[in-house]
């Protein structure tokens, strides 16, 4: 342990409990890797708070210590984004334990939660009310809202809802200084000058560290229709969305995935299914949604498919008969993930570009990979409506994934993003800079735009002792103790 490290544990001993002081390796080891297992690193300490004034604690101290701490609350990041340093020199600090629903209040629409609320948790909550948070996604069932707000989370029903920084109404923050941000009022007009909330939304834990959300709800869904499409082309799935978003407000999703996704998810997933018989090249998954007291849009679902058969759109389609086939259609898109993990090494991007050119970049840039580098294959998913693409190129067969990770995906990853900035997109839709996508932010993203980062993170964190490594790192020489 790092003798700022060792003493921050001391000072700690009279400000917390004995249990939230770990040190202890076993305990600590399964935080200190990321869930794609490509980051692993090494955190002598891990700090467990069970309230805002520990952490008001903590922070001071490590602060007046030189300690560097990385906020972790699910650790479910897909950018290395809360993997402690390698080096040994920061400790973990844990928000699970900040894990209370504060209030929930159905006639306000808007629930205040914890920074440690598990997002399935905050789910049944806002169901048992008669409400919703309308954010999903597939590690629902371990990612906290804290860890969601600093990640500007997407998911599938960004298309309707937007991410989550249009769904936070409000944040409290500890700052790098120890003082605390209470921004938890959800005021819809507020002009005392920069606002605050939305800074440190997507911030990734570099510039406060997220306590606590007053997160916006929506009416609980009344009726729902959830129908899997067969279709020849990204641009005939668009032709279909285009068909659904003139005439059925209710469209919360739009998936698209190609067929060796869906093939994957049913060579992983025991007992999995096809949910249309055919062979076809790509595939579409859709929601359309009716509050209480609405028509169910079933009917209107079963209508713009048979107009999108009759003009091509769609060359099958079936409409789940059940909430649970509803809930194994939504099985199979969410276990994609997984499934295409545990086919081999791949180079995963999860990238955006403009709506409208997305059906084109998933065809041409796959094709471009594949031919700048022989052996692999390349393919994309997502979701169609926001432009957001999950492009992954695989490894050839054969390919020694130590060797692919450490040799080849920098030069892959390289060539995609100069695809993407090209095609006037970003390197990161939802899933943030982290430490993953660093380097190449530094190397595609605008001076003025580095300059802005550079210039907030110094006036919040000089000393860099948040979240260290991620996101945004200062120019050297910039940073002091």
């Known amino acids: 342990m790092t003798p700022a490290l060792s003493r921050l544990a001391d000072r700690l001993a009279a400000h917390l409990p004995a249990a939230a002081i770990v040190t202890d390796r076993e305990t600590i080891a399964p935080w200190e890797t990321d869930w794609r297992r490509r980051y692993h690193g090494h955190a002598p300490l891990m700090l467990a708070p069970r309230d805002v004034a520990q952490v008001r604690a903590i922070v001071a101290l490590a602060r007046e210590e030189g300690a560097p701490l990385v906020p972790q609350g699910g650790n479910s990041s897909m950018v290395g984004g809360a993997t402690p340093p390698a080096d040994g020199s920061a400790a973990i600090l844990s928000l699970r334990a900040l894990n209370r629903i504060r209030s929930l209040d159905p006639a306000a629409g808007l629930a205040v939660a914890e920074a440690g609320v598990i997002l399935a948790t905050l789910h049944d909550a806002a169901l048992a009310q008669g409400r919703r948070f309308p954010l999903s996604l597939g590690a629902k069932g371990s990612a906290t809202i804290g860890g969601l707000v600093s990640t500007n989370a997407g998911g599938v029903q960004v298309l309707r809802f ?37 800074l440190l939304i997507g911030a990734e834990g570099t510039l406060g560290i997220v306590t606590a ?72 998954l859709l929601e359309v949604t009716a509050a209480p007291g609405e028509a169910d849009p079933h009917a209107l679902v079963e209508q713009l498919l048979a107009d999108g058969f009759a003009a091509g759109e769609a060359a099958d389609a079936t409409i789940a008969a059940s909430e649970a086939q509803a809930g194994a259609f939504w099985r199979l898109r969410e276990s994609i993930s997984d499934a ?3 086919t081999g090494p791949a180079a995963q ?80 839709a939802e899933h943030g800079i982290g430490q993953m996508k660093l380097r190449e932010l530094e190397r595609l993203a605008s001076p003025a735009r580095l300059a802005a980062l550079r210039a907030i993170k110094q006036a919040f964190d000089p000393g860099e002792l948040f979240n260290p490594g991620k996101l945004v790192t200062l120019a050297p020489g910039h940073a002091t103790q």
């Open 340 to 342: 295409e993990r545990a």
């Open 213 to 284: 959300a007053t997160l916006r709800l929506v009416p609980a869904v009344g009726a729902r229709t959830v129908a899997w499409a067969g279709v020849a082309s990204p641009d005939a799935a668009m032709a279909l969305l285009h068909r659904f978003q003139a005439r059925a407000p209710g469209l919360e999703s739009f998936e698209l995935l190609p067929s060796e996704s869906l093939d994957a998810v049913l060579r992983y997933l025991p007992g999995a299914r096809a949910p249309v018989a055919g062979a076809y090249p790509w595939h579409v």
């Open 162 to 198: 937007g991410t989550m920084r249009g769904l936070v109404a409000g944040v409290e923050a500890v700052l790098p200084d120890g003082s605390l941000y209470d921004g938890l009022s959800a005021l819809r007009k507020d002009n005392r000058g920069y606002d605050l909330t939305q």
């Open 349 to 428: 991007h999860d990238i955006s570009v403009p709506p409208a050119t997305m059906p084109r970049f998933m065809i041409e840039a796959a094709a471009a990979c594949e031919a700048r580098f022989p052996g692999t294959h390349a393919s994309g998913f997502g979701h169609l409506g926001d432009g957001n693409v999950h492009f992954h190129v695989r490894a050839a067969p054969g390919t020694d994934p130590a060797h692919w990770y450490a040799e080849q995906v920098p030069v892959v990853s390289r060539f995609v993003h100069d695809l993407v900035v090209a095609a006037g997109g970003s390197i990161s």
